[in-house]
């Protein structure tokens, strides 16, 4: 895992993380997956790879799922995040959608360094508190431009 040095720490964070991607038998690659935090969007950490022959993908994943499923299968509907059964470093996500299935294998002990770092930035549980206090500086910002 590498993270990536930013302008201003305070208030993102983004590391690039090696994961194995699945999409079905004889479709599997390993992919350099960009893992970005925004404290301006505390719910979410933003998982982006490449694909061969399309435009890179995001993911918003919520913090909260993928904390929980560092430990226990959790998810519903698009997403589902759980620990791999035959080997607890490793973290498997599946993300669902019209296209198809996909599932990315990502160490556990990475993902869970950028959660710990963005716990730091926004804890959990305060995200409304801190999505409040940013849409409050950006009226009062707003206000004094006039």
Avoid: Y
């Avoid at 620990?83 to 470093?89: E, G, N, Q, S």
């Avoid at 993300?95 to 294998?105: I, K, M, N, V, W």
């Amino acid at each position: 895992m590498r993270f990536l040095d930013q302008s201003d720490e305070r208030e993102r964070i983004d590391a690039r993380i090696p994961m194995d991607l699945s999409c079905g038998p004889g479709l599997e690659a390993r992919l350099d997956v960009a893992v970005a935090f925004r404290s301006d969007d505390p719910l979410v950490l933003r998982l982006t790879f490449d694909t061969a022959d399309e435009a890179p993908v995001t993911w918003a994943v919520s913090r909260e799922l993928l904390l929980d499923g560092l430990t226990d299968p959790v998810g519903e509907g698009d997403v589902h995040v759980r620990p791999h059964d035959a080997d607890p470093d490793l973290l498997r996500i599946v993300l669902r959608s019209p296209g198809g299935t996909a599932e990315l294998l990502a160490p556990a002990p990475a993902l869970h360094a950028v959660l710990l770092r963005s716990d730091r930035l926004v804890p959990f549980g305060e995200e409304f508190c801190a999505l409040s206090l940013e849409r409050e500086l950006t009226l009062l910002l707003q206000s004094t431009e006039g």
